[in-house]
């Protein structure tokens, strides 16, 4: 297993904040999006220069630990 380096930014919003991850290390194709503290996540609006394909919630391929073994 190898360590998951990344790269996050913090889109701070009044409800809820947003961390966005660039994967380093193992480098992937894609970033992917975590919504923090969010009280109903399906209604949540996402600011319009971010564009969701999928959501991975509970998706265990999508877990650093995984990741880690790509």
């Known amino acids: 297993m190898r360590t998951v380096v990344k790269h996050r930014i913090s889109i701070m919003r009044k ?3 947003l961390e966005l991850d660039e994967f380093l290390e ?3 194709d894609h970033l992917m999006l ?3 503290d969010a009280e109903d996540e399906a209604s949540v609006k996402f600011p319009p220069f971010l564009r969701v394909i ?3 919630t509970g998706d265990a391929a999508y877990y650093n630990s995984n990741i880690a073994k790509i």
């Open 15 to 17: 409800d809820p904040s």
């Open 26 to 28: 193992p480098k992937l």
């Open 34 to 36: 975590e919504i923090e």
């Open 54 to 56: 999928k959501d991975v």
